[in-house]
């Protein structure tokens, strides 16, 4: 009998293709569900507007730090409108991106893929997706790509919800951060709903697993979850009568949310945040 697992996140489709997640664990056997948590604003996209149209020398930028898709679709938007109105004179293509993981690569190049070649203004030289893969790591990583003599002040993409671990990093290595909030999040209120549905139309399983994506998301519906799963606490106890559910994290960052924030045990954390890293390990504590 099949495992269900629960993806606290919004589906991603491109095309015809099924999302990247849901694939990957379907290909190992189990049952991907996903379910929305959260609904993204984009906000200050005028304040980003006069950065991009003004350009990375006026405003003395030496690179910018994306760490979330939230983020890319700000940078989107603003740079669609201003190819819509033939701004071509502003240069970012030979400024560097970095960015947290492939997905957050990814949605950057898609950007470049989209935009005439001859618009400047979409990233063209995207950095650290490899050797990044959380913002402790992607920060060490600026500190070492940064040579002496280039601009160290960096243009930080932020949502409302954010930690203070890379900026900290980075200014103890010398570098400037200016920060832009470009996106707010908020728990989505169809989620009871939308997993009672879900739960209803599922088969009977002998496992459930859980995997959390975000802190914000974890706070918002782990009370729902409470309502329909047992959820390990780190002292041992079950939190209600209902089928026990593993629990998965996509990075420590979200780890380490659940374990201090909601005193919740979690049986796996994704060793990179990508589909394949995150099915691969849950199919591994399975299998031991």
């Known amino acids: 009998m099949s495992s269900n697992v629960l993806l606290l996140r919004a589906p991603s489709r491109d095309g015809p293709a099924p999302d990247k ?15 929305p948590v959260l609904e993204t604003v984009l906000v200050n996209l005028s304040h980003l507007r006069e950065v991009i149209r003004e350009g990375p020398q006026m405003r003395g930028l030496g690179g910018v730090i994306v760490t979330s898709a939230r983020a890319c679709e700000a940078w989107r938007a603003v740079v669609e409108e201003l190819a819509r109105e033939s701004i071509t004179d502003t240069n970012w293509s030979d400024t560097p991106f970095y960015v947290v993981g492939e997905a957050t690569a990814a949605a950057l190049v898609a950007i470049r893929q989209e935009i ?5 203004l979409a990233p063209r030289d995207i950095r650290g997706s490899a050797e990044g893969g959380t913002s402790e790591k992607l920060a060490h990583f600026i500190l070492k790509d940064l040579p002496s003599g280039r601009n160290s002040t960096l ?37 009871p709903e939308d997993l ?7 088969p009977p399983v002998a496992k459930w697993w859980i995997v959390y994506f975000a802190p914000s998301a974890a706070d918002f519906v782990t009370p ?9 606490a780190s002292n041992g106890k079950a939190l209600c009568d209902a089928p026990h559910a593993h ?12 374990r201090d924030n909601l005193n919740l045990v979690v049986d796996v954390i994704s060793p990179k945040p990508t589909p394949e890293a995150l099915a691969e390990a849950i199919q591994r504590f399975d299998s031991s």
């Open 116 to 120: 005439p070649s001859s618009n400047n």
């Open 155 to 191: 243009l930080y993409l932020t949502g409302d919800k954010n930690r203070d671990l890379l900026p900290n990093i980075l200014k103890d290595g010398g570098v400037e951060l200016r920060s832009l909030q470009v996106y707010g999040t908020t728990g989505t209120s169809r989620f």
């Open 247 to 258: 629990l998965a994290a996509i990075g420590p960052t979200t780890s380490a949310f659940l």
């Open 21 to 35: 997640y849901e694939a990957s664990f379907s290909a190992l056997g189990y049952r991907p569900i996903s379910i």
């Open 224 to 232: 729902t979850l409470r309502k329909h799963f047992t959820l390990s």
């Open 196 to 202: 009672e549905d879900a739960l209803q139309a599922s």
